[in-house]
């Protein structure tokens, strides 16, 4: 088995390497965490190994316990690499947009948004695989645990936030490209019992604020809003912002990149 050189992993992933730091430093200042970060984090190699056995202790159930789990995760995360190379970016992402996150190792550990995007891509990878069963399996546990219930087979690119994360629906046929933030409460959703492609696009960049419901096989442009609440049942633009139910068009998104200012005021001009 090949040797892990840990100094030249640290120097090559500066994500890893500042989680591990804060780590470290609460080892120190938080004594009573110190079996914690161990166990979470300074106890692995790589972050990936890290990220592996996050999922399983929080995935376990009496059915499925953590060392069954454990392999199942890696196995999907050797599989695509892609799922390790998303999860930094949603870290950075929350450290980015979220005004209370202070590190990368506080939604790493901490955040349910961060963990139900994790179990998605595994789930998602598994699916792809053909293990449908254990990747509804999956399902199931994030939904329970996490309140987030997105199908394996939904399309969720980089870089991605759900704040807070409490009651997010992504359905089968939805697509969320890189960039996007959801909050709680967010629905992408069938508009009944239609089958085929019968769930949002939302494309790279856009907001979409807390317990808006968008419904049925359309588009959120690039780089739009969705103001808290609304009701979205027709395509949206391109840069503006919408709101209301349903949800019609007030004005400019407000800024180039509304995903990442999380600015959720909304005037008459948008």
Not at 68 to 76: D, F, K, N, V
Not at 111 to 117: P, Q, V, W
Not at 190 to 205: A, I, L
Request: with cysteine.
């Amino acid at each position: 088995m090949a040797q892990v050189d840990t100094g030249s992993s640290l120097r090559l992933d500066p994500i890893w390497s500042a989680m591990r730091e804060d780590a470290t430093e609460i080892t120190r200042t938080e004594p009573a965490l110190a079996s914690f970060a161990y166990s979470s984090v300074l106890n692995h190699h790589r972050f990936e190994d890290a990220l592996t056995f996050l999922l399983s202790h929080k995935l376990e159930s009496p059915e499925m316990g953590a060392l069954t789990l454990s392999p199942i995760i890696a196995e999907a995360i050797e599989q695509d690499p892609v799922i390790a190379t998303a999860a930094r970016a949603d870290l950075s992402a929350t450290f980015e947009r979220d005004a209370a996150c202070t590190s990368y190792l506080e939604p790493f550990l901490f955040f349910k948004g961060f963990h139900a995007l994790q179990a998605h891509r595994v789930a998602h990878t598994l699916w792809n695989h053909n293990r449908r069963f254990l990747a509804k399996f999956l399902q199931s546990r994030a939904s329970e645990v996490f309140g987030v219930d997105s199908h394996p087979a939904a399309q969720i690119g980089q870089g991605i936030m759900i704040d807070h994360a409490t009651g997010v629906v992504i359905g089968e046929t939805a697509i969320v490209e890189d960039g996007v933030s959801l909050l709680q409460g967010v629905t992408l959703g069938g508009t009944g019992k239609e089958s085929g492609n019968r769930h949002p696009k939302v494309r790279q960049g856009a907001m979409i604020g807390a317990g808006a419901k968008i419904l049925g096989n359309i588009e959120i442009g690039s780089f739009s809003r969705v103001g808290a609440g609304s009701v979205v049942v027709k395509d949206v633009p391109p840069c503006v912002t919408v709101v209301g139910v349903p949800a019609r068009v007030v004005g400019e998104a407000g800024c180039d990149h509304p995903a990442i200012t999380m600015d959720q005021t909304f005037s008459a001009d948008g």
